[in-house]
Structure formats: C-alpha cells, structure tokens
C-alpha cells in the first residue's frame, strides 16, 4: 500500500492510555498498528477521490470536445471546478493529520514527566484543527449537516480514572474534539456518496469510449491485453465507495469508544469489536487493491 503523508498514530492510541481494558504491550502494538494501517488506507482513499473527480471532468471534457470544438474559456471552467474539489480534499487530509496529531499528544500528556510542554503543543494542534474544522462546516459541503455536528458536541463527565494534567485538557477541549471528529466522519460520508456520483458517470464514459466503440468497430482490437485490464478496472472501480464509506464508519465507531473511554466505561470487549471493525475496513481495501 502507498505511504502518504504523516505516518503518526491515529487516535486509537490514546484509548490504551485512558483505560485499563489494553494490559498488555501485545495489545498496545496491536492498536497503534491498526491506527497506522488506518490512516494511510483513508489517506489513500482522499487521494482515489480526487484522481476520480479528475478523470470525470476529463472524460466530460473529450466528450464535449468530440460533439463541438472547445474553448480555452471552457477548459479552465471545467478546471476551476476540479480545484474547488481538491481543496475540499486537503482540508479534509489535513483535518485528518491534526486529529492523528491531538490524540498523539494527548497520550504523551498522560504518560510525560514534562507536561507544560505538551500542553503547549497541543494547544498549537487544537488551534489548527480548530481553523480547518470551522472552513469545513461553513463549507457548502456541510451546511445541510450542521445539525448532526451541534448534537455531537456534547458535554460528558470525565472518569476520576483519569487524572492531572489529562484530565485537565479533556475538561478544557472534549466537547470540541467531539465535534471535530463528526466533521471529520461527515466529510468522509459525504466524500462517499459524491464518489457514487462520479465514478458511475466515469464507468458509463469511459466503458463508452475505451471498451464499446473499439468493440463495436469494424477493425479489430489491436492492444487486446489492455482493452481486458482498462475493462477489469471500469467494472471494479466502484468498489472505493464502499471503501470510504467503511472508512467513516469506522471513525464514528472511534467517536463512540472515545466518549466511553473518557467516562471510563470502554472495556476490552469494546476494543476488540472496534480492532475487528478496523481489520474489516483494511481487508475490504487490501482484498481490492
């Protein structure tokens, strides 16, 4: 699998340090491995949605060109578009690189002798994730969603497990975190169902020109081994929708163990459907790729 970006632990790191159900290094190294796997996999699925909104507008751009000659005025109107899609995107990876970093530094909170500094730090994190969190939910892309983000941003009484500076940080920012990660999973749901859109009009473009009309031509197919890879890859390439939206379910069922773990009612039964629900995700993506 491709390796974008920060390679950091995803939040479920931080689970190990704010319950007692991981007693075991094994099952440590088992979720920040998972956590690791995770991220790249979604990474890699903002980087798929992006290529495909690319390829749509392209093949819509041939399409158009074969009926009627193109402008350049019309050629970056169709680019515009791809550009507004792509910054979506970024944010989108880059919010995803914040909340991976906040968890990382709320687990070194817990477990450093030198508190003040990671204060500081996460501090710095929270301010950044914050900025992009709140383009993202004036964003056109979540205006119809708003709902949903203000009634997950919910208050909740931290365990008395938890303690110092720790507890100090989730009383100051967990109904914030809280909102951040539902936008986060918002995005991606949305991300999803945009994908639907594109890859079906793409598979019914490019089948169109690359599959039937060289089939249906009165001169043989000359590149045969290609025509059979381009025509595997149309017909598959839908699989990356279920693919993301695996990828936000599985960070909604993050949000739930993280509100349980700061009460301190996250157990080892509950990590271990949360690891299997993971394990399915990258499954799906390793299986597919």
């Known amino acids: 699998m491709k390796k974008y970006l920060s390679k950091t632990v995803i939040v479920f790191t931080v689970v190990a340090t704010l319950t007692t159900g991981c007693r075991s290094s094994e099952d440590y190294k088992k979720l920040t491995d998972a956590g690791t796997k995770y991220a790249e996999a979604v990474n890699e699925l903002l980087t798929t949605a992006g290529d495909i909104r690319i390829d749509l507008t392209s093949e819509q751009i041939l399409r158009d060109d ?31 690189i914040l909340l991976r970093k906040y968890f990382s530094t709320l687990q070194e909170l817990a477990t450093s002798n030198a508190p003040n500094d990671a204060q500081l730090e996460i501090a710095s994190i929270a301010t950044n994730l914050n900025n992009i969190g709140q383009r993202l939910e004036n964003s056109e892309v979540l205006s119809s969603r708003n709902e949903g983000i203000a009634r997950a941003a919910t208050n909740a009484i ?60 009165s001169t043989n197919i000359e590149a045969q081994n290609q025509w059979i890879e381009d025509r595997r890859k149309i017909i598959t390439i839908d699989r990356k929708v279920a693919e993301l939206k695996n990828a936000g379910e599985a960070l909604g069922e993050f949000q739930k163990a993280y509100e349980a773990a700061v009460r301190g009612e996250l157990n080892t039964a509950r990590l271990n459907h949360l690891l299997r629900d993971i394990d399915t995700f990258l499954a799906l993506i390793e299986n597919n790729n």
């Open 66 to 96: 074969r009926q009627s000659n193109q402008s350049l005025e019309n050629y970056m109107q169709r680019s515009q578009s791809d550009l507004k899609r792509l910054q979506v995107i970024e944010d989108v990876r880059n919010h995803n």
């Open 158 to 217: 931290i365990s008395s497990k938890i303690k110092g500076a720790l507890k100090e940080e989730l009383e100051k920012r967990h109904k914030t975190i809280l909102k951040e990660l539902t936008i986060q999973q918002e995005m991606l749901n949305f991300l999803s169902e945009s994908l639907q859109d594109d890859v079906e009009m793409m598979k019914s473009a490019r089948e169109q020109r690359l599959i039937i009309e060289p089939l249906t031509s």
